[in-house]
């Protein structure tokens, strides 16, 4: 059994109390969508940690008031709603003044004394809630680095995914839910239904009363009929089919009569009559795979026939990628082509394998593609292997590894992967309109990498550049996940190319992208921001060089308003544009930070209008013209002369 973690409200701080509300008991660690609950009156004894209820409550609150208003990052909004408020009510009801976190089990299976444990976990809460505060106060979601925290579920990427991981109810799944709720009873041999307060809903007469599922209806049984009974104690199906079985994970259940099955909604309306062999549902959403005399087809959530009965077999290979079998022949489509074999491998770079002839194709979320032989040695050659397939398969995928690679042609079978290296290579060698091909055939098969680049063409390469199709590819490839394409679409609502400009949605989007790592999402965070929250503004320019991608200009610009010339100066010198070379110019003309030094200047100067930066010639006039020891009115002009040929105003007293 694995070891617990348990979290108390209790009275006192003497050990458990029967009085106690056990509030979560959870696997190896405390969640962190609870740990802002921990933030007040630590204090450790006999290896547990104790906590005030009160500001923890009220902190945890703060927390998720924060999280309701980012929306960007709440995938279920209402969903969200539900589960916060639930929470709350929660919360508020709980009597006593302390919370208590025991995870002594977990202590136990490390060789250190309890309380040295405690004290890292309790080190590791208080970094965590100062992450969680400090994005909190300053209002951005992105500050809440999920690398940086302390003793969390490697089984995220962001905090955004464990958000919005379904199972974990927006925190709610953690809390042990003690609710008092409807009593199937049984009275001289036959099963009703009590409220909650012990009011009789539905009055002993079945002979069967069987748990209520996920959708609040339960099946019942009164002779040998069946018939479904809701929660609030309505009857929507009277007792009137052979066979009734639960609404698990959708609104529709299979019903049997006269050994047939159908399918009936949760409303009680037959969607499907019941006509058929079998039925089976294949994921959570429908459709249904069906017989019916002795031939396959599916029915969708409607009840409607979606794919005719005339296969043999049909199989759900992966998510929305079915396998129809008819005469010998495999399919992927009713239209589609044939294929001797199709046969299910590891699910891991692909879920199945398809053979015709000599040849052997993978299918993925992408497609079918022609198998790299690589993997197809790998696969067969694996220990797990033959729990998918027999050994001549195994020899026929051999064979195929063994064979000599043929040369690279692009056609529908061209993996993903290899066109959009195509792609990479054709931008790198400037022929863009290869590029826009290949990265288009990759695109249109769901590849993310491949939408984002073939938009970025779209959206600034000269004589290419198309709004729109920059807008559809950034949109498409963000849908798919693709942290850049976030960031590009989050370009597209900023300067209004291919839909009207919103600031507000730009910075949403950049928020995800940030959330996810991405560097440049920080440093164009920290641009939007910068006139309405300039301290904000230089946390995202400062969490986007820890993530290796610096804007030192800014960093020192920003530094430079803060009154901090010593680190400005320090992120200037770091800065090799021609940019960096005119700041530091300043700095050392005007002794900012550093001693004056005009030969410096003159040098910096230089140097950034040699890299195009044309103020520097300004700046070079002025030091001809006024400086000590560097008068020269012939350089001065000069200078002048190429700051007018730059555009560039010329201040009044260079002309008196």
Not at 52 to 68: T, V
Not at 178 to 190: A, D, S
Not at 526 to 553: I, Q
Request: glycine residues 8%; charged residues 25%.
């Amino acid at each position: 059994m694995s070891p617990k973690v348990y979290l108390n409200n209790t009275h006192a701080t003497s050990g458990t109390d029967l009085n106690d509300i056990m509030m979560m008991e959870w696997e190896y660690e405390m969640p962190l969508l609870l740990q802002p609950l921990l933030i007040s009156g630590a204090f450790i004894k006999n290896g547990i940690l104790y906590y005030d209820a009160k500001p923890g409550i009220e902190n945890l609150k703060r927390f998720y008031h924060f999280l309701d208003a980012t929306k960007s990052v709440i995938s279920d909004k209402n969903a969200f709603t539900v589960y916060k408020e639930k929470l709350f009510s929660y919360l508020d009801n709980l009597e006593h003044p302390y919370f208590a976190l025991n995870a002594r089990e977990v202590f136990d299976t490390d060789k250190l004394p309890q309380d040295e444990q405690a004290v890292i976990w309790q080190a590791d809460i208080a970094f965590n809630n100062a992450v969680i505060n400090a994005a909190v106060d300053k209002h951005d979601i992105s500050a809440l680095s999920y690398p940086v925290l302390k003793h969390v579920s490697m089984a995220f990427n962001s905090f955004t995914e464990l958000l919005n991981y379904p199972d974990y109810q927006y925190g709610w799944r953690y809390i042990c839910q003690v609710v008092k709720r409807e009593e199937i009873y049984c009275e001289n041999g036959l099963w009703g239904l009590k409220g909650p307060a012990g009011e009789i809903l539905i009055h002993p007469q079945f002979d069967e009363f069987y748990a209520f599922s996920a959708w609040d209806v339960a099946v019942v049984r009164k002779g040998q009929q069946y018939g479904y009974v809701h929660r609030s104690g309505d009857i929507i199906v009277p007792a009137e089919w052979d066979e009734a079985y639960d609404f698990d994970h959708a609104p529709l259940a299979i019903v049997q009569r006269n050994e047939l099955l159908g399918l009936i909604h949760i409303s009680g309306k037959v969607v499907a009559e019941p006509v058929y062999e079998n039925i089976r549902s294949v994921r959570h959403d429908n459709p249904y795979i069906a017989q019916r005399n002795g031939r396959w087809g599916m029915l969708g959530e409607d009840g409607q026939v979606v794919i005719d009965f005339r296969y043999d077999r049909i199989e759900l290979l992966h998510d929305n990628v079915i396998m129809l079998q008819q005469e010998g022949g495999y399919y992927l489509a009713a239209d589609g082509e044939r294929f001797d074999l199709i046969i299910r491998k590891a699910p891991h770079q692909g879920f199945a394998w398809a053979f015709k002839g000599n040849a052997v194709y993978l299918i993925d979320k992408y497609g079918i593609s022609r198998a790299n032989r690589d993997l197809v040695k790998q696969d067969a050659e694996s220990d797990s292997s033959g729990y998918y397939y027999d050994e001549a398969v195994r020899n026929r995928l051999l064979t195929y590894a063994a064979l000599p690679e043929e040369e690279i042609v692009t056609d529908a079978y061209t993996p993903v992967e290899e066109l959009y290296n195509i792609g990479v290579d054709a931008y790198n060698r400037q022929d863009y309109q290869s590029a826009i091909d290949h990265y288009t055939l990759a695109a249109e098969r769901g590849y993310g990498y491949a939408m984002n680049n073939l938009a970025h063409i779209h959206y600034m390469i000269d004589g290419y550049v198309d709004p729109d199709k920059a807008f559809y590819w950034y949109e498409k490839g963000a849908a798919a996940g693709n942290t850049n394409a976030i960031n590009g679409l989050s370009l597209c609502y900023q300067n209004g190319i291919g839909t009207a400009p919103d600031i507000d949605k730009a910075i949403e989007l950049l928020l995800l992208a940030a959330d996810d790592g991405l560097a440049v999402a920080h440093n164009n965070l920290g641009y939007l921001l910068y006139d309405t929250n300039p301290e904000l503004a230089l946390f995202h320019y400062l969490r986007a060089e820890e993530l290796g991608e610096p804007d030192y200009s800014w960093l020192g610009h920003l530094y430079e308003e803060n009154g901090d010339l010593a680190t400005a100066l320090r992120y200037y010198q770091k800065d090799e544009t021609a940019t960096g070379a005119f700041n530091q110019g300043i700095f050392y003309l005007k002794g900012l930070g550093i001693a004056k030094d005009v030969n410096a200047a003159v040098r910096y100067f230089k140097r950034a209008t040699e890299g195009g930066y044309d103020m520097g010639h300004i700046e070079l006039a002025r030091i001809y013209l006024f400086e000590d020891g560097f008068i020269n009115s012939e350089l001065a002009k000069a200078h002048i002369a190429a700051a007018e040929r730059a555009g560039i105003e010329i201040p009044a007293e260079f002309l008196i």
